[in-house]
């Protein structure tokens, strides 16, 4: 049945006529099976060219006819270590796919440095096989251009994953170490066919349980499984686990004995996941235990850590995500408050990970002020691709723009073209370390995500990780031909539906830069009104502001004066309610409700307007997607289309609930031609 297991990696028929031109360039694949590397790759080649092409490609060991598939390194093929080819500068994982000449026949050569390398190759081979592309003249060149390629699940070790929409967490701690269900081999594909490299496994609000022996040695199994696919395991180590499972009185990083603790706790670690990554670490954030409740700093906290893993090889990952018991006069600033003047003060093993934006994961968001803030401290991007504040899995909103605009976001800190891809890519401030972050969407779902459209967010972040310079638009192309078809008029309806769907989410929830009115605590439809509560800034009306003036943040120099957390030229730039990006204007701004904006109409006309866009775009991702009933297996196009009518009926919901409660402040009417909220 067609229920989207198979992820983009499905490998079905290709219509005859292109099978046929396909076959005569793969006629014999000559490849070692080793190592495990090695077969995963041989695997994959036969599995995925078999189902293609609807013939199960030769194996041989010499070139006897054109078209041969020549894969490896120089090391396990005699064939390619005779070729003389410039693998150089690709490093440990990169790869090169060339047409070649072998002994008078035509070949294609995918080598490599390293096995997991020739592995990666494969999978792009397969990938522009299943995207209809030419085979006759290939010369790619391609190394990540980021170290740190990870997946950060919230799994918190009882089947439940925080924030996630996709079922039950796929890591079934009860039967580990002994089963492994074959679910892990396969979401180990999907991650290698994207460069994926590393996992975390656990929640970052997880307990300390992770790190006893008995989970030790599930999560060893689990990294048993993803070797061969060149991904590593990671833990979220909760920062009191030596007083939790430790026994001791303190946490304290200056303490010794915690500080043995760990170096203990990491070579234990160690001796049963040799490859293990390295610890993640949410602290003195939302209750979570950390180094300031000693008062000690963030970097005290990070170097200890990093000092226990460091003789192994293994990294810190350490978030920026602070968000701090007392309350602030602005959300926003506390991570950059807390953490640049610690630059400098960390490890060469410690990474220091933030959220795209300094709020929380909203559907836009500026970029987070930290990136290029830190030239001498390593800063790896997190993003989440769950899609916690996004409407869930029914809501459809392809997350590659949203990646697209914090990465090609300008920070000026080095001048102009100082973007935060460039700081992630390590290339701004030369950081010896890299890394980019997803908190997963995967699930126990047949669908793994949630949603068919939702493997897409997966998708891209992997390719973006891989390099961050990509653009969300030939992403989803590449996707949309891999999980649905290579026929134009289904690629570019569904490719049109996917760009313009996350801004259809800001504009039926947060259009003009508002920010978290979602209902409180399970942050799922409107909750504009939401106010009262423990504190402040969980409310919405933190955030919008609105009254009989106007709605919106004050966060320039009249207000909190967030905007000065950004370089002059940025700050300057947001911190003017004439220069501000319309798009970021209530982030930045408190607006008067008959303010111009750039449309000629009021504010207050605009953000109506928005909001009706919204539903309005959702109206036509429906109307698209049903034209295409027929087109596309009628398991996966059904429930499509049934959620994107959850979707439209819910932006409905958001947008009527909205109006009718900013309408309470602006007291004005409705704009000729809109409905009135039902
Ligand atoms: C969000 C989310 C929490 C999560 C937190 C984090 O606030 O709602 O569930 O714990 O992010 O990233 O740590």
Redesign the pocket.
Known sequence: AEDGYDLWLRYRPLPADSATTYRANVSQLILPDATPTQAATRAELLRGLSGLLGSTPSVSTSVSADGAVIVGTPASSPLIAGLRLKLQGLGREGYLIRSVSVGGHRATVIAANEDVGALYGAFHFLRLVQTAQPLAALDLRQAPHVQLRVLNHWDNLDRHV??GYAGESIWDWHKLPDYLDPRYTDYARANASLGINGTVLNN??ANALSLTPMYLEKAAALAGVFRPYGIRVYLSARFSAPIEVGGLKTADPLDPQVQRWWRDKADEIYKVIPDFGGFLV?AN??GQPGPQDYGRTHADGANMLADAVKPHGGVVMW?A?VYSHEEPDDRAKQAYSEFVPLDGKFRDNVIVQV?NGAI??QPREPFHPLFGAMPKTPLMMEFQITK?YLGFATHLAYLGPMYEETLEADTHRRGKGSTVAKVVDGSLHKYALTGMAGVANIGSDRNWSGSQFDQANWYVFGRMAWDPSLKARPIAEEWTRMTFSNDADVVKPIVEMMMGSREAVVDYMTPLGLHHLMGNGH?YGPGPWVSGGPRADWTSVYYHRANRDGIGFDRSASGSNAVAQYAPPVAREFGDIKHVPEKYLLWFHHVPWDYRTQSGRTLWDELVHRYTHGVDSVKQMEQAWNGLDGRIDAERHAQVATFLAIQHKEAQWWRDASIAYFQTFSQRPLPEGQAPPA
Do not use: G, T
Request: glycine share 0%; proline share 0%.
């Open positions: 925080e924030r970052v609000n949410k954030s939302e978030r995500f959220k929380d994961f916690e942050h």
